[in-house]
């Protein structure tokens, strides 16, 4: 459920749905408690992962993006017995972010931690 917060082990299936949502909760030092919509989509030879927020992002109290304007794409593909990941991450936002180079590398560093999961997982 969106409204609820309770820690649950990674989903296990024995097929590919066709298409997935999971709601989660993620604390983080650049951009605080927020929830997010994580919406899973498959095709025989390739998945599609989208997450985007589903609550305001708040940076020192001030609301920096609505619902829906945090979005990483996740896109992996089999490839022999190796995997390709490619994501991308974007911010729509009308307020400066700041630090953009921070806010760059936290997008990336997002993106970087979402790879490791999934190689040390298939490891």
């Known amino acids: 459920s969106a409204r609820e917060i309770r820690r649950v082990p990674d989903p296990l299936f024995t097929t ?3 298409e997935d949502t999971l709601y989660t909760f993620q604390q983080d030092q650049s951009y605080g408690r927020n929830t997010y919509a994580q919406r899973f989509t498959s095709a025989p030879d ?3 992962v989208r997450i985007r927020n589903t609550s305001t992002v708040t ?3 001030i609301p920096l993006v609505q619902p829906g304007g945090f979005v990483s794409a996740c896109v992996l593909v089999p490839v022999g017995r ?3 990941f490619y ?3 974007y911010i729509r936002t009308s307020m400066p972010l ?3 180079r921070a ?3 936290s997008l990336s560093n997002r993106l970087v931690a979402m790879a490791d999961w999934l190689r040390a997982l298939l490891a």
Request: hydrophobic letters at 50%.
């Open 87 to 89: 994501g991308v991450s």
């Open 98 to 100: 700041g630090d953009k």
């Open 16 to 18: 590919v749905p066709a």
């Open 103 to 105: 806010r760059q590398d």
């Open 59 to 61: 940076v020192a109290l």
């Open 46 to 48: 390739h998945l599609v």
């Open 82 to 84: 190796d995997l390709l």
